[in-house]
């Protein structure tokens, strides 16, 4: 199980927070965040960092990814599957998608070809960052060997409830962290994302 620490900014915190080794670190470059991160500093080697977009254009897209080295994007709005298809290659590719009551999981076909993971998070009123968790249940629909990530109001609580996930055949690949473990917005809280690592031997 990888996991991955989103909505970073500042350059103390980052350094204390890639001390725990996360495999990801996101930086949210849509200046509608209160996350958001303009210039995203550099990261450890081990670590792999995202660069978070909401419609975004492919070019904005991939001057971003050489400009500050993103070793993955995350799509976190209404972007097409042939946006997918223009950055496959360039980066790994994480399209995400905001789950509720009756998600029709058969959108994602379209994409399937196009990306290296999905990504299910909580449909809220913001496109992520909502601090609300969504039914899990409703991923026994998901039909695809694709592997994905988790989101949406993950914190310490969530423990049980990931651990009961992971013992399915879902190809769950990574938990999404942000806003349960932060202090103030893109601050997070070194100490309680120890102990989440540890909980669940990350």
């Known amino acids: 199980m990888k996991w991955k620490v989103c909505g970073m900014r500042e350059a103390k915190n980052i350094l204390e927070v890639a001390a725990l080794k996360p495999d990801y670190m996101g930086f949210i470059l849509w200046d509608g965040s209160k ?40 799509l976190h709005g209404n972007e097409s599957p042939r946006l997918c298809r223009e950055l496959q290659g360039k980066t790994q590719v994480i399209k995400a998608f905001g789950v509720g009551e009756g998600f029709d999981f058969d959108t994602l076909l379209a994409y399937l070809p196009y990306c290296d993971f999905f990504l299910f998070d909580t449909k809220g009123p913001m496109p ?43 190809p769950v690949y990574a938990i999404d962290i942000n806003s349960k473990f932060e202090i103030a917005p893109a601050l997070k809280d070194a100490e309680q994302l120890k102990k989440f690592k540890e909980k669940l031997a990350l």
Do not use: M
Not at 35 to 50: F, G
Not at 147 to 160: D, H, K, Q, R
């Open 35 to 74: 996350r958001h991160c303009p210039k995203p500093p550099q990261v450890p080697e081990d670590v792999t960092k995202v660069g978070v977009f909401i419609d975004a254009t492919v070019t904005e897209i991939k001057d971003a990814v050489e400009a500050y080295k993103f070793g993955a994007v995350q």
């Open 128 to 170: 992520g960052g909502n601090g609300t968790s969504f039914d899990w249940s409703i991923l026994e629909k998901y039909a695809f060997d694709l592997p994905f990530f988790i989101s949406g109001g993950i914190g310490l609580a969530e423990i049980e409830k990931i651990d009961e996930l992971c013992k399915t055949d879902l």
